[in-house]
């Protein structure tokens, strides 16, 4: 058995959003192995049906906060880590941007849905689900891309500038909720790069020992929501424990 979430109480209360994406997936199998967490909500457009009894798949649809409104209201009891996986970097109509000459309304705006206003509606209505008795993780996936001053190659406008302000919406959001819940931490996660089909068109370059497969990517990733304190909140880490800065 797993036990990734070692300086959690046990008895978690777990929610993944995304959860049938590469790294969502991994997530959910991590979990469940975990000794420590007896439920999982897992979330996604297309529910998968999971033959364990810690598991229940729930739908939702990220772009109608109607929808995310009732995914949340489907959960009875405080959450103790809530983890949001989505993310989109590329699809059949749209492509990172090497140059300004590539910008487009539909990529920028199909990326900020995805990649931001998602994740904040996610938090406007997961955060009041968690616990304000014992320390909670309210975790997104980010990306170091998303890093302004780590910034020295350029291109990629419509991902890097979604995850940045993506940054900020968990920054304000761990401001605010402070005042409500200082046992939360709400913090941005870089998981590398993930042999996952967000990345997979632009892995030629990267070595193999830097392209993870999704199982080593999520227990990684838990390594470092296991470390993570209300005092962390509101920052960005990468998959090693590094701070990555905004």
Known sequence: MNEYLSNF?????VAVIGASGGIGSAFVDHLVAETRVSQIYAFSRSPQSYRHPKVSSHAIDYATEKSIAAAAAQIPSPLDLVIVT???????????????????????????????I?????????????SKKRNTVFAVLSARLSSISDNYLGGWYAYRA????LNMVLKNA????????KLA??????????????????QANVPDCKLFTPAYASACLLQVINQVTPADSGDLFAWDGSRIPF
Do not use: C, W, Y
């Open 9 to 13: 109480k046990r008895d978690l209360q």
């Open 86 to 116: 989505t993310g989109l970097l590329h699809n059949e109509r749209i492509q990172p941007e090497k140059s300004m000459r590539a910008l487009t309304t539909e990529a920028f705006m199909a990326a900020f849905q995805v990649n931001t």
């Open 118 to 130: 998602g994740p904040a509606l996610v938090a406007k209505h997961f955060l009041p689900k968690l």
């Open 162 to 165: 979604s995850k940045a302000a």
């Open 174 to 181: 761990a401001i605010e909720t402070t005042r409500r819940n």
């Open 185 to 202: 931490a709400i913090v941005g996660l870089h998981p590398g790069t993930v042999d996952t089909a967000l990345s997979e068109p632009f």
